[in-house]
């Protein structure tokens, strides 16, 4: 157990439909990033925050959306969903902001299990 | 971000083989990060590794980091069973932390 939390574990839903997904980090992680998986195009980082400021960008569509809260919680909104949006959706925590190098370590994200969503 | 290759996609061995995964970039690494997922599961840091030439080793797991910094592999001594999974290499890229991850290798281990 990583100590990150993910809800729902599974979501069925319909085309055009928007859904939440909500993750709550390890006690005392600041960042949490959010990564899809998909079969045919591996891990790919969609955004990350710290500390309830968004830190950086990837691969993340216009009809995503996410945000940190105070309570360092985070939530994924995903809009106007299609077919190819079924996938496994990570996230993961860390204590710092990342790119840090001083030790073996010192990048480690902790992932949670994951919400699998699929897209009918 | 960069791309890190990843090689092979799949590798088949008996348990107690060896396996080998490597991670290869065209451009000069700032750091190289490992993840095992077994199936069904999600993630799980293994390593990170900063300087050039870096060999590192948990049990029978051996990290390298090339003089270049532009090639990685993790070596498996004599494996076992519970080393079944998918093992990722990934790297960051410039200043904002974006963790950019290789397509994975999956081991299956024969008994």
């Known amino acids: ?120 | 971000g960069q791309q890190v290759m990843q090689i092979p996609q799949y590798q088949h061995v008996q348990e107690g083989e060896d396996f080998t995964t490597y991670c290869n970039s065209s451009t000069t690494l700032s750091n190289i990060q490992w993840y095992k997922q077994r199936p069904g599961g999600h993630p799980v840091f293994l390593i990170q590794l900063v300087k050039s030439g870096e060999v590192k080793k948990q049990k029978r797991l051996t990290f390298q980091f090339g003089e270049a910094k532009k090639n990685s592999s993790l070596h498996i001594t004599a494996t076992q069973t519970t080393d079944v999974g998918t093992y990722f290499c990934a790297e960051e890229s410039g200043g904002s932390y974006i963790p950019t991850f290789g397509r994975g290798t999956s081991l299956i281990v024969h008994p």
């Open chain 1, 1 to 120: 157990d990583s100590g990150v939390t993910q809800t729902p574990k599974h979501l069925i839903t319909a085309t055009g439909q928007r859904v939440t997904l909500r993750c709550s980090p390890r006690s005392g992680d600041l960042s949490v990033y959010w990564y899809q998986q998909s079969l045919d195009q591996g891990l790919q980082f969609l955004i990350h925050y710290y500390n309830g400021e968004e830190r950086a960008k990837g691969n993340i569509l216009e009809r995503f959306s996410a945000q940190q809260f105070p309570d360092l919680h985070s939530e994924l909104n995903l809009s106007s969903l299609e077919l190819g949006d079924s996938a496994l959706y990570f996230c993961a925590s860390s204590v710092g902001l990342g790119g840090q190098r001083w030790s073996e370590r010192s990048n480690e994200q902790f992932f949670g299990p994951g919400t699998r969503l699929t897209v009918l």
